[in-house]
């Protein structure tokens, strides 16, 4: 009888306390094997240093560093040098624990223009070193820098995309075939711009602390994109079948390039910033040339699922700031608060983006026999890659 009302008492009890229990044991568990100083595990030889500089400022007689441990112990800073001579150093902190940032300013009069290799030396006597191949002064985040960010963001972003959707009225007029043809070609460029987001977010990641993630969290960006697009299509799907608005679904297909289009730019004006804050951009008609040729393409591509609709000019406007205004906001985030982990996620994100998109696209590539890869879609893809890689020369950073 009693073991029949203890069963009882435990159904009632609410289901949450019970998926609690096993945490609170686990939590105790680890507080006592924490608590008594990890038994059985105690460090042999020295301690392991991992230090990364995730960023270099440089200003007048002085440079910046900004650094993070790595590794699962505490690290010091006891002498920095630049080429081979030891110069005088401050930080803000003596003791460096896991996870934990530091900022070491070195007191040198380096000259604009000059190579300089930069070495932090441990307290065990371990080097992590740099280089800064041109020497500029990083500019200052005023009025004027983040204005002319948003006129660098609007260049390569937001005008080029604007541009290549005056095709729209072309496309209208074109036999259907060439529009299927433009499709193929539309997965051709994403797929290109999918290929470089990767690799440019995993050089970002190489530079930057691997504690948060390194290069995985290129795929992990990817994979939230990924299915955060697919949640929001799945929704939308929703919706038109039940408003059964006519010609909704075109839009929609147009709005997800623009998003996938987008967060590549976004990723792509990160670059641009953090380049111009390092000194390294090549500002100029080759670096606008390039840009307008490269990002044109993409205004062709948001406005191909939309040839035979009419969305008005709102709409319009609507897809081409969000496929080019993200642009703005990566150049303004990368020269001012540029963080290597930061431009991994972000390169992830446009990465999945652009997945998702490609595959909403690929069943308007299947001719009358079902074939996917037939001639025209092949030509189509083969001719956005080939597209892409040729303007891409144009682009100096």
């Known amino acids: 009888m009693e073991a029949g009302s203890a069963a009882a008492r435990l159904r009632a009890r609410p289901a949450w306390l019970s998926g609690l229990v096993p945490l ?20 042999n030889g ?7 500089i995730e960023r270099t400022v440089l200003r007048p007689g002085e440079i910046e560093l900004k650094l993070r441990n790595d590794g699962p112990d505490p690290v010091r800073i006891s002498q920095v040098f630049v080429n081979d001579g030891f110069v005088d150093f401050s930080q803000d902190r003596t003791t460096i624990g896991r996870l934990q940032g530091n900022t070491v300013t070195l007191v040198y009069p380096w000259i604009e223009g000059e190579a300089y290799e930069i070495g932090l030396v441990t307290a065990t006597g371990g080097t992590v070193t740099t280089a800064v191949d041109v020497a500029a002064e990083t500019p200052a985040a005023d009025g004027g820098f983040f204005g002319l960010m948003i006129l660098i963001g609007l260049y390569v972003g937001v005008i080029p995309v604007a541009i290549g959707m005056l095709w729209l009225p072309w496309l209208r007029r074109i036999d259907p075939r060439w529009v299927q043809f433009l499709m193929a070609f539309t997965v051709g460029l994403l797929a290109f711009l999918a290929i470089d987001a990767v690799l440019e977010g995993q050089d970002f990641a190489s530079t930057g602390s691997q504690a948060f993630g390194g290069a995985g969290l290129v795929f992990v960006g990817a994979l939230v994109a990924y299915l955060a697009l697919s949640g929001i299509d799945a929704f939308m799907r929703a919706r038109r079948a039940r408003a059964k608005d006519a010609g909704a679904g075109a839009f929609t297909l147009a709005m997800l390039i623009a998003t996938g289009i987008g967060l590549h730019n976004l990723g792509e004006g990160l670059a641009i910033g953090s380049a111009y804050a390092v000194g390294s951009l090549a500002l100029g008609a080759a670096l606008i040339v390039g840009f307008a040729l490269h990002n044109t393409t993409e205004g062709l591509a948001i406005v191909a699922p939309i040839s ?45 983006a652009i997945l998702q998109v490609v595959v909403q696209i690929a069943p308007a590539l299947r001719d009358a026999q079902g074939k996917l890869l037939n001639p025209l879609s092949v030509g189509g893809i083969l001719t956005g890659i080939a597209l892409m890689y040729v303007t891409g020369l144009f682009i100096v950073l």
């Open 46 to 52: 020295i301690p392991v240093e991992d230090v990364a």
């Open 24 to 43: 609170l044991v686990l939590g105790a568990a680890i507080a006592l094997f924490t608590v008594l100083g990890a038994p059985g595990l105690d460090r």
């Open 308 to 352: 035979k609709q009419a969305p008005g000019l709102p709409r319009l406007a609507a897809l081409g700031l969000v496929a080019g205004l993200p642009a703005v906001v990566g150049a303004a985030i990368g020269a001012s608060a540029f963080h290597p982990s930061l431009a991994a996620f972000l390169f992830g994100l446009g990465a999945g």
